[in-house]
């Protein structure tokens, strides 16, 4: 029988210590790890055999980590990187080639827009923004160029929740990957894999690690993508590599018997992402996060109900306050995406939410000027009851229509519901109301 979700996110990817007996999961830092024999060190090289190089490439701490996010995604193999923006720089590093494009939902996270749409382009990585639960707008942007449709789960501020079927669909009628960033809902609350998705990313430095103390980022192979009938489209995955010894990833890695009972696994991607991406672009988590972030997500799903629960009683209340305009949280009865967040979500529609202040931009200054729990910053997922006003701080350079267009519209004001007491997240921004 398959453990339960809690028992998986305290134990999976780590035992006590074999030498030392050591409970926790043991910080290995070091850089490097020696060979048993010459023979030994080659196979490593030669990926013929598993084990630790070098700690760029791979390391215990980081290892157990994987295994566990691997886990909880319910993919075959996990990557950990220095970021959750690094992890998407490996994904798209795999599948991507020149002038091949991305279909992205418009509705990313404001980062993941910079780096798909300004930093990808130097390596001449195309993207296509679009709405992407209007299905015949994917639909439009799909062409023979695209190799990956990227999405989030449940979307940053908007609250939008992605028909991931829906998508998972259109890629598989076009032979292309889905890929899916999970950080908004973590895998507690949302398991994109069983959507229809082939990866999904991670950033550990939100709710995963949870206590606002790492950056951390994960990569997770769904083990299953066919490579091998779509190799014109993914030459890194499916064609000899000649750094490899004429490696194919998808053949020498596409079924090994690591299953139960021998079953047959794919983690070629996986592999491509550590033995080519990681090795060369090199962002590479540190094993003190790794140790952290693992440390963190051991009480997942703890704080995911508590941070969940607190989210929908703050959205409440400030649903019935005389001076904010409207409220969108999916947790909410009357949302738009409520239906939506009972299929993927059901659990819970995460805890980032925005709400609108009839005093426009003036009062959500004042707003974080006032409050006194609430911390005023740039984060998500944090322990900590977090508040950000994107007009005057992340959005500050757009004209107003920009801001509106991208979810940040003056009067918005996004919160990340912590797990204190609801009562005093409550009474915080009671206070805080009373002044603007
Ligand atoms: C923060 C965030 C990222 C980027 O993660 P970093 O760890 O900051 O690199 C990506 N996607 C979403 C939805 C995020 O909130």
Redesign the pocket.
């Given at each position: 029988m398959t453990q339960g979700f809690s028992t998986r996110a305290l134990h999976a990817g780590a035992a006590p210590d074999p030498v030392t007996g050591s409970r926790a999961q043991p910080i290995h830092q070091t850089t490097s790890f020696v060979f048993k024999d010459a023979e030994h060190a080659s196979k490593l090289f030669a990926l013929q055999e598993f084990g630790n190089i070098y700690t760029r490439l791979g390391n215990p701490t980081t290892g157990a980590l994987e295994e566990r996010i691997a886990n909880l995604e319910g993919g075959t193999m996990g990557v950990a990187t220095a970021?959750?923006?690094?992890?998407?720089l490996l994904a798209f590093h795999v599948l991507m080639e020149p002038g091949t494009k991305i279909v992205a939902a418009k509705q990313?996270?404001g980062?993941?827009i910079n780096q798909l749409g300004h930093a990808f382009k130097k390596f001449g990585w195309r993207v296509e923004f679009v709405d992407i639960n209007d299905g015949a707008a994917v639909e439009a942007a799909m062409d023979d160029t695209v190799r990956v449709i990227f999405s989030?789960s449940l979307?940053?501020p908007g609250g939008v929740v992605t028909d991931m079927a829906q998508v998972a669909a259109i890629a598989k009628k076009h032979g292309v990957v889905y890929m899916v960033?999970n950080?908004?809902a973590s895998p507690y609350l949302c398991q994109p894999l069983q959507h229809g998705a082939n990866i999904v990313?991670n950033?550990?430095?939100?709710f995963i690690g949870g206590h606002g103390n790492s950056?951390?980022?994960m990569l997770v192979d769904g083990g299953n993508f066919d490579w091998k009938a779509h190799a014109d489209k993914y030459p890194t995955m499916a064609t000899p590599q000649a750094y490899y010894n004429d490696l194919n990833f998808a053949e020498g890695f596409g079924a090994l018997p690591l299953g139960p009972d021998g079953a047959a696994v794919d983690i070629a991607f996986a592999i491509a992402a550590r033995a080519f991406s990681l090795r060369d672009l090199g962002p590479a988590l540190s094993p003190f996060n790794a140790f952290m972030i693992l440390t963190g997500c051991e009480t997942l799903p703890l704080r995911m109900d508590k941070h969940c629960a607190n989210a929908t009683a703050v959205a409440e209340y400030l649903s019935g306050h005389e001076k904010v305009s409207w409220v969108q949280y999916a947790g909410l009865a009357g949302d738009k995406y409520h239906a939506l967040a009972q299929t993927y979500c059901p659990k819970g529609a995460g805890a980032v939410f925005t709400f609108g202040l009839k005093g426009g931009h003036e009062a959500g200054v004042k707003l974080v000027e006032h409050v006194k729990l609430f911390s005023h910053l740039a984060?998500?997922?944090d322990t900590r009851s977090l508040i950000i006003h994107p007009s005057s701080t992340t959005h500050s350079q757009l004209s107003d229509a920009q801001k509106t267009a991208a979810g940040a519209a003056p009067d918005t004001v996004r919160l990340s519901v912590g797990i204190e007491d609801a009562a005093d997240i409550i009474a915080d921004l009671q206070q805080a109301l009373a002044v603007i």
């Open positions: 970021s959750g923006h690094a992890a998407q990313l996270y980062g993941s989030e979307a940053n960033d950080t908004m990313v950033s550990l430095t939100k950056i951390g980022g984060n998500i997922g």
